[in-house]
Nanobody
Framework: QVQLVESGGGLVQAGGSLRLSCAAS????????MDWYRQAPGKQRELVAG???????KYADSVKGRFTISRDNAKSTVYLQMNSLKPEDTAVYYC?????????WGQGTQVTVSS
């Protein structure tokens, strides 16, 4: 069983920064890819960024150059550094991993960017 707990969300003005954290339980963290998704009101959940077990990264076009995903395997934690935030980044942010064809999601953390 894998449990994911996000933290670090909040209210920030446009142009500001936040760092989200996702702490994972269990012993599989260092072997799995980790993803950050977000869901804005009335919209579908979308992939924001992902990092493989080996450290390879990918980003949605909308956040390239502004967001950075990283991981600390010793702490079983994945981070999402968000800079130059825009009002359209407002959403609930979720971390996700998959293990043996089972998806595991955190409870989400709210990010609100005011204009």
């Amino acid at each position: 069983q894998v449990q994911l707990v996000e933290s670090g969300g909040g209210l920030v003005q446009a142009g500001g920064s936040l760092r989200l954290s996702c702490a994972a339980s269990g012993s599989i963290f260092s072997f799995t890819a980790m993803d950050w998704y977000r869901q804005a009101p009335g919209k579908q959940r979308e992939l924001v960024a992902g990092i493989t077990a080996a450290g390879g990264v990918k980003y949605a076009d909308s956040v390239k150059g502004r967001f950075t995903i990283s991981r600390d395997n010793a702490k079983s934690t994945v981070y999402l550094q968000m800079n130059s935030l825009k009002p359209e980044d407002t959403a609930v942010y979720y971390c996700k991993t998959s293990w043996f064809k089972t998806d595991y999601w955190g409870q989400g953390t709210q990010v609100t960017v005011s204009s």
